[in-house]
């Protein structure tokens, strides 16, 4: 099947792939898919503990073309967001940027949930960090 | 073979091709022995009453004798269709209706061509049983199994001869010798075979066997159905109208396609033994450039198979997306991406293989025009964009932390 240009672009250029630190505590990891469904991603968000804001995004994923450049999409949009805004980010919204076929709007739909989960995860540490010290 | 683009044509581009497992293109000698066909020599080989039918029926019967020659049949024995498909669908469904009186019971295999499994659907809706075996982790059928389904009902067994994905060869002499025995129709779909393999009816235990043109590098929308006549086996037909193909498959017959088939056939006969050492030499090359690769798993029996095909899973690797990294080659995948209905390789599950494998699969497969080149560029793309990707893999990520994928509970949409 022909690839929309920035499909191509994000998987030749993919933009921040990799990993942060294992332990940073200003890190958010979401961990979305299955590998029998052939896709899984993984996004990490490095957050700024006072203003919330998301200041660093990294990505990997398992997956084809379109779900590899949904995740790398992502990994831009929510740099400069705060967790609230990053959640707020619609799969229909990656969808149209990537121009994605009907048959892969799915992958736009995981990478929406790699940034709930993301965000999530982020919030379930804090909000347990904050509980231990109170 | 790099096919060069028409230069008035807007036209994608064009890479290596390396999937001769889904069709071939037509040998030169192939395409020049069926224009005449198309220009003045348009007769319909059923005109019995002027020349333009008598050569077009000459023609016919010399490509008929061509394609019973390379797989050792009486040309009486051959019937054409559009097909393997349709021989397929009319060897199942002819044979099945015949012969229900006797029985309601068929035998196939769990990693046949949808052609044979969507006809045994259509047979099992219209009051028939089927048992589909499973094979053995490379792929074979065991033996056991097959007698053990044997009933006192069955009334055909179908086994592909060459599997299309994984290329594994079928121990046709020893099921055709056991539904001998049993007085059980025995079908093979010989699409992926001819010319591959050494076919000699005279001997084969074999009673329906389907063949197709476009695998052997003749044109595509043509086939025969092999019908032995000693013993006879009879068949229902499927296409009814003037009777042609005694009564078995009616519908003017395409001369151009057939003759297209004959000479396909023909240059088979002549030089399939020099052409698979050839490529056996260039799947030797391959494999060796392939196999070191950390995780990587050959799919299909080792030796049990057909040089042509060499299908390979790259652990942590998703399919489609490599395929769209080796952008210089032409090949496909088992993975659900690269299917319309997003569904992993039915064959590579039924080997055992687990999803993830069978979507991390790659079948290459060569013929006639593949070069050395060809495979050597081939190898050095692959493990290129298999490293470029593992890089960008969660799941290789884990695994080189020595993390067991298996124990983890994913959040799957």
């Given at each position: 099947m022909a690839y929309s240009e920035k499909v191509v672009d994000h998987y030749e250029n993919p933009r921040n792939v990799g990993s942060f630190e294992k332990g940073d505590e200003s890190v958010g990891t979401g961990m979305v898919g299955a590998p029998a469904c052939g896709d899984v991603m993984k996004l990490q968000i490095k957050v700024n503990p006072v203003t919330g804001v998301i200041e660093d995004a990294r990505f990997k994923t398992y997956g084809c073309g379109s779900a590899i450049a949904s995740s790398s999409l992502v990994t831009e949009w929510v740099k400069g967001k705060t967790l609230d805004e990053a959640a707020s980010i619609k799969n229909s919204a990656i969808a149209e940027e990537l121009a994605l076929p009907p048959v892969k709007i799915h992958c736009s739909i995981l990478a929406e949930d790699a940034i709930k989960a993301a965000v999530n995860d982020y919030k379930q540490k804090h909000v347990l960090a904050e509980a231990a010290t109170s | 073979?790099?096919?060069?683009?028409?230069?008035?044509?807007?036209?994608?581009?064009?890479?290596?091709?390396?999937?001769?497992?889904?069709?071939?293109?037509?040998?030169?000698?192939?395409?020049?022995?069926?224009?005449?066909?198309?220009?003045e020599h348009f007769g319909n080989p059923a005109s019995r009453s002027h020349a333009w039918g008598w050569e077009a029926e000459a023609a016919v019967e010399k490509a008929r004798?061509?394609?019973?020659?390379?797989?050792?049949?009486?040309?009486?024995?051959?019937?054409?269709?559009?097909?393997?498909?349709?021989?397929?669908?009319?060897?199942?469904?002819?044979a099945a209706h015949f012969y229900k009186s006797k029985g309601k019971h068929l035998i196939t295999v769990k990693t046949e061509h949808k052609a044979v499994l969507d006809t045994c659907r259509e047979l099992e809706r219209q009051g028939f049983e089927v048992t589909y075996l499973d094979v053995q982790p490379d792929g074979l059928i065991d033996m056991e199994v097959?007698?053990?389904?044997?009933?006192?009902?069955?009334?055909?067994?179908?086994?592909?001869?060459?599997?299309?994905?994984?290329?594994?060869?079928?121990?046709?002499?020893?099921?055709?010798?056991?539904?001998?025995?049993?007085?059980?129709?025995?079908?093979?779909?010989?699409?992926?075979?001819?010319?591959?393999?050494?076919?000699?009816?005279?001997t084969l235990p074999v009673d329906l066997m389907s063949l197709t043109s476009h695998k052997t590098y003749g044109p595509k929308g043509i086939g025969a159905l092999y019908v032995r006549r000693k013993p006879r086996v009879r068949l229902e037909a499927q296409m009814h109208g003037g009777g042609h193909e005694r009564g078995m498959r009616s519908g003017t017959l395409p001369t151009h396609q057939i003759a297209g088939m004959g000479e396909a056939y023909r240059i088979a006969k002549a030089e399939m033994h020099e052409e698979n050492r050839r490529i056996r030499v260039l799947?030797?090359?391959?494999?060796?450039?392939?196999?070191?690769?950390?995780?990587?798993?050959?799919?299909?029996?080792?030796?049990?198979?057909?040089?042509?095909?060499?299908?390979?899973?790259?652990?942590?690797?998703?399919?489609?997306?490599?395929?769209?990294?080796?952008?210089?080659?032409?090949v496909s995948s088992g993975s659900a991406c690269t299917s319309a209905s997003l569904e992993p390789s039915y064959v590579l599950r039924a080997l055992g293989?687990?999803?993830?494998?069978?979507?991390?699969?790659?079948?290459?497969?060569?013929?006639?025009?593949?070069?050395?080149?060809?495979?050597?560029?081939?190898v050095a793309t692959i493990k290129e964009n298999v490293a470029k990707l593992r890089e960008l893999s969660p799941l290789w990520e884990m695994f080189k932390d020595g993390v067991d994928l298996s124990t983890i509970q994913w959040a799957a949409h």
């Open positions: - | 073979m790099i096919l060069k683009e028409p230069a008035h044509m807007e036209t994608p581009h064009f890479p290596i091709y390396m999937d001769y497992s889904a069709t071939n293109p037509c040998d030169p000698r192939v395409v020049d022995a069926m224009i005449p066909w198309l220009r004798e061509q394609v019973a020659a390379l797989i050792g049949a009486d040309p009486r024995e051959i019937v054409w269709t559009s097909g393997a498909t349709e021989s397929n669908n009319l060897a199942l469904k002819g097959l007698k053990a389904a044997i009933r006192p009902d069955t009334i055909l067994v179908s086994v592909m001869f060459v599997n299309n994905e994984i290329g594994v060869i079928q121990d046709i002499p020893a099921i055709g010798a056991l539904c001998r025995e049993k007085g059980i129709i025995f079908h093979s779909d010989a699409a992926q075979a001819t010319g591959r393999v050494d076919i000699d009816l005279a799947h030797e090359r391959m494999l060796n450039g392939l196999k070191d690769v950390e995780e990587v798993f050959l799919n299909g029996h080792a030796e049990k198979r057909v040089p042509h095909n060499l299908n390979m899973s790259f652990n942590f690797v998703e399919g489609e997306s490599l395929i769209m990294g080796i952008k210089g080659l032409a293989r687990s999803d993830e494998l069978a979507h991390s699969s790659l079948r290459m497969t060569i013929g006639r025009w593949t070069t050395e080149e060809e495979i050597d560029y081939a």
